[in-house]
């Protein structure tokens, strides 16, 4: 294995698994990897035929003693469906499988996690046996992180032995920090991430949970678009959708629904003026076909806004120009000064994708995250998340994400389908 | 029968009607009637007990000859769900039950009922067979009237027998001086009306459809707005639903809904400020709960805005200011004052509400009415739209809409039903 | 009033409601009321214009002192849509509106109450919170009813003020008793029942709580026959709805889903042999145009059985044959001597129609009833149900319904509408 | 490549392909593979390194003059969600991207390819424009294949260049022994499959469209099974789910639904006998905690019937005994031996599932397989499916399925995560 997808362990594992498995599934050994590439031939790029992840599962052997290990699950950021059936996975697997009944709920993010937050909350299996259904964290969520010092002081403090954080790139930074210090004091704590990205842009992980749930939204939203736009003459629908860097939802929506005519993501830059830019293909459009439908990213464009005024949010990230009303205005401005009576509608549905309950194919993928990444942290290894590759869970260090993003390559299959099924040209104004 | 809910004739129908309804049915006649006020004792309040609508359905002889007639349908003003199902109905219903099979579709409201319009499609069985499973109008709709004589003129060049009219106020309006110009000129013409709005808010029509479609819609987000707010320390959940002057879209939303704190009408005033108004009201619940949800209606708290700047649109509307994006900044504002970190989230459900597909108990009623329209254009009724009172669908002059508004009554059961259920104060800030 | 809808009253109501209405609502009187029949002219039938319902409401004067008073809760019979929003529309009234905070649920049905039954659980506003969006009853269910006697010695034990019973016709019978017993041992008892129908079949009753659910769910089931009736060659979609002796769920589902081509009630007997019955009328529409949707209500055809084999349920009501197993048997029988390679799909969704959580229309009448229970049982009133008539919820004595039926009227409207929707004969095989 | 996986191809690719791609994403050769078994280390298994699939993808050369092309799409075997979507996307693919506009859409399955079947329709990309969001199949379908040579000649004599087939295991040993027929007589004629197969059960396809579609719905089922379950005293859901030869959809659904406590496969036989048996898990699990939830995948425990009784159906498949109502019968007949009153809800979802309308995860999945199955023909590729494997669409010879089965693996990790969810033991009464 190549040492940037090399795990860590606080030490040997020296108690048995508690899972009996041995007769009929036997358990999972570091040894079984997945390559990162598994491309033949020409296909494969530059990576090395070797590398790969190590496959997440059941070890045979176990670090913590489960009766007497407390655990902890933390959510942070922005909502996503699912959190609440990955908290639900976590606890149920702790408790059956593993005989650990001592499972803290830390409240409202990172900032629960010192000695101002509010106090953590005792879970067990009935406290989550119909969470899974409802969207949302029942833990609450905050974006922010207090000092890496001071959580690695709470959770001593508070002998927690195992954090679970769910979250985000920022989530992920944090916990990286608070490996850092937590192998600094060298404390046999375990930390393992399960990491949310509604946007689907982490890195290694190549289907998110939530995203499912999200399209599945979003593709209403462009129907509800459609519906608006052929209801009234010169009827025009624009959807912002969420993808800061990353514009997988606007994508796989485009191609799920079927009904937009253009699509802008974050990774294709565009132009709105001039013959060849978005106002006068737009216009374009509506006088062949009497509508138009429009999919914009959140991260799109953004270029026409002034960074240096827009700033940071909490979680540190840069804040985006709002594409979606700039969009509003000059696309009602052009119809405007070519004397044509558009109608155009514009529906921002974000925070109804983000607070949905996962749909049945997400709350699967949220059980089996949940699971593995117990398995994980039973096993001793810390400073992990768990990803996903090539349809099957694995191990990937935190500190592998760093520097590293994932977006939709614009020279690839699933950029070029969506040019196929909107009809849009390669080049929008640039 | 008083004056007011005379329904008006073309002139003696003639023909036997081709339902055969004689034997196991019998026909509705003219004399059926629902008492206005079906009040018994002091609950009665000030109406005569012989007052009251005719009731809708099949009369024994029709004016028309069925094959012999052309009708035409039209779809004015702003989405709603069930617009399609109401289409299917009158085009299935004139087809199999009078062997009417002439039936124009007028394309993009009104204004297609004029040369300069879009020409009008045939409509027959196969063209609508699946479209009540959709959301919009398969017609097109638009805003704004062409004259009255323009429109006759149309009528009487295309041999337009009946007209059904789909749509709100302004199109009732629209309705009345058709037939006022029909009358004048004396042509045989029968203009029945459908009422549409999504507020429920036309007088005389105690449900419209779409009307349930609309509160599930908008429940859905009340639930997301709940999500949210409980997802983030000090969440605020704020939710802007259709409601111009009446708030039973928000009334009902609320009741259904069970989880808004505050929920804000247009007949209702309220203040923001001063210790019993809005921004402490939120203030004091967000500090006692960790979270809020607000429901607004579009017209409520209107007086904050000056009408001179706000204009009017092409239906002749006065045009609202924009009280969600306004409570939103104000909110914010407030608890940025008092150092308090707010997460307030804003969702505008309303293009996906208006575009939603009728769900089954309005498609029911949807059905009624369209097959209500038929019976009385074929009798040759004219000047009236299908009201329904008490469970009843009825025949209603259009010209008694004039000056009327239907609204919540601040003192009645329904808002109180509501205070019970979010628990808000009488009196806001008033 | 006249005396079968007279309202029986505990006793004097001397003490001020804790609700705070005066000023701006005023509390409803016993002299509001809804009249029976509230037809004007030749419509208006036999019955007298002064016989009507007592509206429900708030009243000024309570018989009960909330603090001291001990409510319970029992749901009986089979699931239905709604059951615990009615349940949590109960709690929250008692407590909120009424301070009354000593709630008990009753486990299973009247099974309950009794010494022998499950102990009953506390209920206040935590318990019930979110239930509302679940389906099925929180309390358990059962059918059946333990002697008058001995549930009243239960009250009575454990001091019970008022009961709240959620169920069906057998329940009401059971609470008819119940108040029979309570006033013969003059106990101050108030026994107020909410409706529980899913077949929509209990008189004064005009929608019962669930059924707009019922017939949302019923209706996908249609669409999916539809869908696999026109994917095979000689496709028949066969679906058996609820409905033991009023079909209003399969006439009102055609009517909504608009691809039945066959509706088959209770209330209208059908033959299935000869020239005019029902196979051969399938066959000559299967023959047309190559596919069938046919619905039928659980208790339709049931003359085809003997009703000495078939017995009676836990709850005394007599058996059904099974009439969908029946028809698909007779159908394939019937193609096959044909020699017609018929492809029937039998669809069954009951389990899945009953089990379904309320929509949002349903929701709010649950809330309303609820509401109006608790009004009902603090001023003292017992032996009564809450009714719905011409759009109020009013008072209904609950022996009013012993020996009445509600049921599709086969020369009535709606009926006729279902004719008209299908487009099948008159008459089947009769 | 191996032998096993290798693609036929007509002839020599001479057309340069109208996809203006070479610029901007370039186009993908034979040559681009994913290995068959991406494992590293001694997870890899037996398999050979180099052994892999094509990936199916737009092609610099066309074997086809695509004006000058007739393409053919038939539909066979039972409904799944999401055929339209693939017809859809079929069709927009060939018109908009190949310019291919000579679209026939065979009626009735590959009956519809013989002079016998019903007259073909023309296919445009108005006829599909919204069919992707109905359930069932535009086209209809049917079991079982005409003689070879009879399709070819009718193949012949429409002029048909290429034949899409989208089917399930008895239409891809259909399309293999058409492909051979057409290499017998030396015609240029592509036959490219979309597998079909709601089971999930095809080789070489992880993931066959419409299968998350039907998790879904099934997951709807078991809610209702676990309501119906906990509202009655020994409440027992009992769903059977499809599933003839591998339980995916059982055991997916188990995992998403998070509520079923006993999951019952084809691949893991069971006994009801015994103390370890079915029938006393059930009571146990009933005395236990009330209620129990078991979900049987149609082709499980087929031990109990005589095979010679059951006989095959149309499509060649051995019919099933059906386990479901066995079950039933024997739960029902424990309790009362055992004097327990259980209430046993039996759900059987199966139409419901089949023709429900693709969600957006399986409407993304269809038009990806409909466009790369255009490629393929468009390529002179014949004889072939399209595959799934590691999240890449491939080219894999429809021989290739011959012998071999797509299941669940007893001793596999999807297995124990079963049974970690449900809490089962290992081995039932075996």
Redesign the interface.
Known sequence: MTDRFRIENLGEAAYPSPID?AE???FT?D?????FN??????GGGHG??E?FE?A?PRAKVYFNPPKTRAAIVTCGG?CPGINAVI?GIVL?LW??YNCRDVLGIR?GF?GLSDEG?TPIQLEPDSVS?V??????ML???RGTPPPQEIVDFLVSQKIDMLFSIGGDGTMRGATAIWAEVKRRKLPISLVSVPKTIDNDIPFV?RAFGF?TA??V????V???H??A????YGVGLVKLMGRNAGYIAA??C????QANICLIPEVPFGLDGPTGLLQLIEDRVLLR?HAVIVVAEGAGQSVFDPARLGVDASGNAKLGDIGSYLQERINQHFHQKNLNV?L?????S??I???PA???D??HC??LA?NAVHAAMAGKSGLLIGYW??LMTHVPTQALANVKQAIN????TW??VL??T?QP?AIGI
């Open positions: 498995r009929n599934f036997g050994s040894d079984h990897r997945i390559a598994p491309y033949l031939g020409n296909g035929v070797g790969g496959i599962g909502l639900r697997q059956y499988r409202y900032g509010e119909d899974h259904m409802q969207g949302g964290t609450g969520s905050s190549r499912e399209v599945t979003a593709t209403q939203s129907h509800s678009a519906v608006e052929t209801g009234a003459p796989t929506t191609l799920a629904a079927g009497r109608s509608k514009y529906i921002d549905p925070y109804l983000r607070s949905a749909n049945p194919t709350l699967l059980t089996r699971q090539h349809g614009p020279h690839g299959e070029f389908n196929e099924t009809g390669v």
